[in-house]
């Protein structure tokens, strides 16, 4: 089973601020089977981005992914107050899920 | 885009069997993949199995010798059974689609529902 670790656990940001979030896997992954969810609390997580880079449709365009082989990363350019959320990455083959980053307006 | 909804009792008691059933409106169950992800309290997401709308399955090894997922495509629902359940099993439960006919990755999913186990 490939283990996905996400750091930091917990980054605090202001608003207008960069977030840049690391997944590293156990193993290497194939980019196409790399996902990035957010979850806000109360809901079900949301599909932001697949295939390590493709947003998912109507995500803005400040969400990018990037990435290869263990290490893969999740950007937002400038952060928005409904960003602060927990985010997950996961990847298929069988799928597991990071623990994920809580990210929390400082 | 389509809706998913969880239904199924919200207490279950120890060694029981947990059952859930997902009902998918607006849209066809055709041509994608059906899984089931729970969420322990304040934890993260564990994958439990899928379900391809043609029957075929596969699950979590984890919890595989516990697990039977099945479709109804007459109903447009498909459904979760855990078998033997304990406190570990406590968790939100959702119900996700995989992309069109693509399993990699989750593109739709379920509000969630509680399941607690308790005596």
């Known amino acids: 089973e490939i283990v996905l670790t996400q750091s930091p656990g917990t980054l605090s940001l202001s608003p207008g601020e960069r977030a840049t979030l690391s997944c590293r896997a156990s193993?290497?992954?194939?980019?196409?089977?790399l996902a990035w969810y957010q979850q806000k609390p109360g809901q079900a997580p949301r599909l932001l981005i697949y295939?390590?880079?493709s947003r998912a449709t109507g995500i803005p365009d400040r969400f990018s992914g990037s990435g290869s082989g263990t290490d893969f990363t999740l950007t937002i350019s400038r952060l928005e107050p409904e960003d602060f959320a927990v985010y997950y990455c996961?990847?298929?083959?069988?799928?597991?899920f990071g623990q994920g980053t809580k990210l929390e307006i400082k | 885009q389509g809706q998913l909804q969880e239904s199924g009792p919200g207490l279950v008691k120890p060694s029981e069997t947990l059952s859930l059933t997902c009902t998918v409106s607006?849209?066809?169950?055709?041509?994608?993949?059906w899984s089931w992800i729970r969420q322990p309290p304040g934890k993260g997401l564990e994958w439990i199995a899928y379900?391809?709308?043609?029957?075929?399955?596969n699950y979590n090894p984890s919890l595989k010798s516990r697990v039977t997922i099945s479709i109804d495509t007459s109903k447009n629902q498909f459904s979760l059974k855990l078998s033997s359940v304990t406190a570990a099993d406590t968790a939100v439960y959702y119900c996700?689609?995989?992309?069109?006919?693509?399993?990699?990755?989750?593109?739709?999913w379920g509000r969630g529902t509680l399941v607690t186990v308790s005596s």
């Open positions: 607006g849209g066809s169950i055709s041509s994608y993949y």
């Open positions: 193993q290497s992954v194939s980019s196409n089977y």
């Open positions: 379900i391809y709308y043609s029957g075929s399955t």
């Open positions: 996961q990847q298929y083959g069988p799928y597991t």
């Open positions: 996700v689609r995989g992309e069109y006919d693509d399993p990699r990755h989750f593109d739709l």
């Open positions: 295939g390590a880079s």
